[in-house]
C-alpha cells in the first residue's frame, strides 16, 4: 500500500471513530430531554440520519480496505513475477 492510501484509511477510521462518539452523545442527550418530558421527535430523526451517514461511511471504509487490499495484492503477484523472471534468466 502506498503512504496516501494508508493515509486515506487511517483518516477514515478517525471519521467513524468521530461518529461513534458523537452518535453516543446525542443519544444521550435525546435520552436525556425526553426524560424531563421534551418532545424529542425532530432530535430522534435526526439521529437515525447522523446513523444513515454513519452506515456510509462504514461501508465507504470496508470498499477503501477491499480496494487497497486488492492493489496490495496485484503490486505483489507483479512483484513476485519480475523477481520469478529475473531468476530464471
Known sequence: MKRDELELLALA???VALA??????QGELIDALHRLGHDTTDAYG???EFEQMRARLLADRAQLRRDLEQATLVT??????????LASQ
Open 13 to 15: 477510521d478517525h471519521r
Open 20 to 25: 461513534d462518539i458523537f452518535l453516543h452523545k
Open 46 to 48: 435526526l439521529l437515525i
Open 76 to 85: 505483489a503477484s507483479l512483484s513476485f513475477g519480475a523477481r520469478s523472471r
